[in-house]
């Protein structure tokens, strides 16, 4: 088939080709001109029709298959794989809601210009600091001989110093060979569950807690044991309970802007968590990724870098929400003895990472731009925050509840009795209001719904429009509550 498209070309054009292509085919998806199944041209045609490389149209039906618009069936072609916006019992499924399922999900929550974009705790596009970043690759051709070649699977040496200058602003004093990097707090995490547990094992994490790791322990057949969170942190009461029957391998913690409920630990409830894990010889795994994202008050230091932290804490952190999730950058420091195997498992598993990235965000530090970024980003984060916690206030039915966060892009939301998650869900999809299902955070079950809501994407002025939307979902789900309890309560004759 033929598809109506063109593409400009010039200096001042900011869209690459193959962008401009796949922009141009997701438009044509969304207005519904391209119905699902669709086949869309060969490569070597849509190639020939405009003029542009067979790479460069290989690029954009890559960029399609990412955002989940397309689908490439070897000897077949590529066809259009997104349902159309209406449909939305066909987007989300009846079936078991996997945490790949909510991965496609938020994808087409991401592509959809109709939906409210609260599902993935990310900023949007919009206030990435893009230009800035890849004007970095320009300094590199220079070094084209080394950056092409395998790099050390520690990562670069000159990234891992200005992760140092990086932590010593965090009062956290490192030296580069303490580093590891990593591609994103996930494989870092990963690496340390297959370095430290075994199947049948089980690992503390605070609930609800960050739904990745919870994915990451089912993976490795480790059981999640949750440890509830009340305005400063972990119930250390529940927690020294827990250890007194339970050999756990370690505690994971958002000790600071938690995920999902943006929460900051107090620094006396960190110096607890250290004392007691102390005495309970206790392993703790602080995930510090949304530190950079201050929107109160500016949080204590690091479990890291408080007294006892040294040896008991494995520090990790990224880029992802702080810069852009696609960096796909992190790092992590373990305690001495963890290192070298860490290490070892990291070059079995990974031999290096991406050199050319590493090179690029190493000058990007260098210059100073990650502090630039965000003396421009945090005050539009910080507005969007008012901005969604007011409407919240201003919309929602009697008996929801939701979480005030000191920093991060979360909101956590607890929904009024009656009102299932499924159903609110749904309804909130239906209504274009996408947002995360509250049960993948949780290592169990609860008997009240909960959803995640991300204020990162949505600009302030839509937030009250997002939010009346949402609580128009919840009385609809209270509705379809109390319709199923009548039912219930008719007797069978």
């Keep these: 088939m033929t598809i109506s498209i063109s593409v400009e070309r010039g200096a001042d054009k900011t869209a ?20 699902t199944g669709t086949r869309l041209p060969t490569v070597r045609q849509l190639a020939a029709d405009l003029g542009v490389t067979v790479v460069t149209v290989q690029n954009a039906y890559s960029e399609l298959q990412e955002e989940g618009l397309a689908e490439a069936v070897v000897g077949r072609g590529t066809f259009v794989t997104r349902p159309a916006p209406s449909d939305f019992n066909t987007i989300i499924g009846d079936g078991e ?11 087409f929550g991401r592509s959809s210009r109709e939906l409210y ?114 305005s400063e942190g972990p119930d250390l009461t529940r927690l020294k309970c827990v250890l007194r029957g339970e050999r756990p391998r370690f505690f994971y913690t958002t000790a600071t802007f938690q995920n999902p409920t943006g929460l900051c630990m107090s620094e006396q409830r960190r110096r607890d968590l ?21 929107l109160t008050d500016a949080p204590p230091p690091p479990l890291k870098a408080m007294p006892g932290g040294r040896e008991r804490v494995i520090y990790v952190d990224g880029f992802a929400k702080s810069l852009m999730p696609g960096l796909r950058i992190g790092y992590m420091m373990p305690p001495p003895d963890l290192h070298a195997p860490l290490l070892d498992s990291h070059r079995l598993r990974t031999l290096c990472g991406p050199v050319v990235m590493q090179a690029a965000l190493t000058e990007f530090l260098r210059r100073g731009a990650r502090d630039r970024h965000l003396e421009r980003v945090l005050p539009i984060f910080r507005e ?27 909101v956590w939301m607890t929904l009024p009795e009656g009102a299932c998650t499924d159903d609110t869900y749904r309804a909130a999809l239906a209504a274009g209001v996408a947002v995360a299902p509250g049960d993948r955070f949780m290592p169990r079950p609860t008997a009240r719904g909960h959803l995640r809501l991300s204020l990162g994407a949505v600009p302030a002025e839509r937030m009250p429009d997002a939010a009346k939307a949402l609580a128009g979902a919840i009385r609809q789900a209270l509705e379809a509550g109390q319709h199923r309890r009548v039912e219930e309560a008719v007797p069978l004759v």
């Excluded at 094992?201 to 990745?212: A, K, Q």
């Excluded at 919309?395 to 991060?408: L, N, Q, V, Y």
């Design 16 to 35: 690459p080709l193959y962008r401009q292509i796949a922009e141009q085919v997701e438009q044509l998806i969304e207005s519904g001109r391209l119905a």
């Design 384 to 410: 969007r925050r008012e901005a969604l916690l007011g409407s919240l206030a201003q919309h929602m039915p009697e008996g929801t509840e939701w979480s005030d966060p000191a920093g991060g892009l979360c």
């Design 97 to 107: 809601r996997t945490t790949d399922v909510m991965a496609n999900m938020v994808r």
């Design 117 to 230: 974009p609260m599902a993935q705790a990310n900023s949007g596009v919009d206030l990435s600091p893009a230009a800035e970043f890849f004007r970095c690759f320009s300094t590199l051709e220079g070094e084209a001989d080394s950056l092409l070649r395998y790099g050390r699977t520690q990562g670069c040496p000159v990234l891992r110093g200005e992760l140092c200058n990086l932590l010593a602003s965090r009062g956290l004093d490192s030296r580069p060979d303490e580093l590891i990097v990593t591609q994103g707090v996930t494989q870092a995490l990963d690496l340390l569950l297959t370095q430290l547990c075994k199947p049948g094992d089980t690992v503390l994490v605070e609930e609800p807690s960050y739904l990745g790791l919870l994915g990451l322990l089912e993976l490795h057949d480790v059981t999640a044991i949750g440890v509830p969170l009340d």
């Design 274 to 294: 250290l004392v007691l894990a102390e005495d309970y010889d206790l392993l703790i795994v602080e995930d510090d990724i949304y530190r950079d994202v201050e």
